[in-house]
């Protein structure tokens, strides 16, 4: 059985020591999260004909009060996002009937204007995986979800500089190690044909029965 190189076997480690460090950044950076807002706005609130609130308003819809309102959601990850989470709509708003002034909270499923929230929504086509979080969890957030592409991108591409910030010097190690026995190799040669010792370069004329060198001590035969 071929014994494996020192080298080999020192590339294999890097290998396995970069995938095992690129896997412990990821799951570090899951932890990074950023809120992205989807699409925010103000609007004032209205009656609709059949006394429901609107955000919409109209000639035949009396003003009751106005909305400040911001749909987003949360991205985790590092250098690219690997999880996704929809956040609940979050609003400001201030009502005459009922009066009503609210700073910047959830707005309660059961709320007047919770169903003139969500006709907002669809009218700006957002998509469909944060209309269909907050018709399922309402004024809580969603369940996070995993983005497999951009996580095995992100996977990939760390563990790729990790590996060539490793790799790389190992190569160029090598290199200059092989090119320094080489020549080491060619002072020995020439050392022995001109009757030198092949260690330390001493003119070994007439020491020819001798059996080591007298001035550095290595063997000479």
């Not at 910047?104 to 957002?126: F, N, Y």
Request: neutral net charge; contains cysteine; charged residues 20%.
């Amino acid at each position: 059985m071929t014994k494996a190189s020192p080298w080999a076997v020192a590339a294999d480690w890097a290998l396995l020591g970069t995938l095992l460090i690129t896997i412990c950044i990821m799951a570090l950076s899951s932890e990074l999260c950023s809120t992205i807002v989807l699409a925010n706005g103000e609007s004032k609130v209205s009656f609709t004909p059949s006394g429901e609130l609107t955000l919409e308003g109209g000639r035949d819809a009396p003003v009751i009060g106005s909305i400040t309102w911001r749909a987003a959601y949360r991205e985790c990850g590092w250098p690219f996002p690997i999880r996704r989470q929809p956040l609940p709509v979050t609003a400001s708003w201030t009502l005459d009937d009922p009066p009503e002034t609210v700073s910047s909270r959830t707005i309660p499923t059961d709320h007047p204007l919770a169903p003139a929230i969500d006709a907002k929504l669809e009218s700006l086509s957002l998509p469909v995986w944060y209309m269909d979080s907050i018709r399922a969890n309402g004024d809580r957030p969603g369940d996070s979800s995993m983005l497999w592409t951009t996580a095995i991108f992100s996977l990939g591409l760390i563990w790729l500089i990790l590996y060539l910030a490793i790799r790389i010097p190992m190569v160029f190690l090598r290199a200059g190690l092989i090119m320094q026995r080489r020549f080491q190799t060619g002072v020995e040669t020439r050392r022995d044909r001109s009757g030198r010792c092949v260690q330390c370069g001493y003119n070994l004329t007439g020491l020819e029965m001798a059996e080591r060198c007298p001035e550095c001590g290595a063997l000479l035969w």
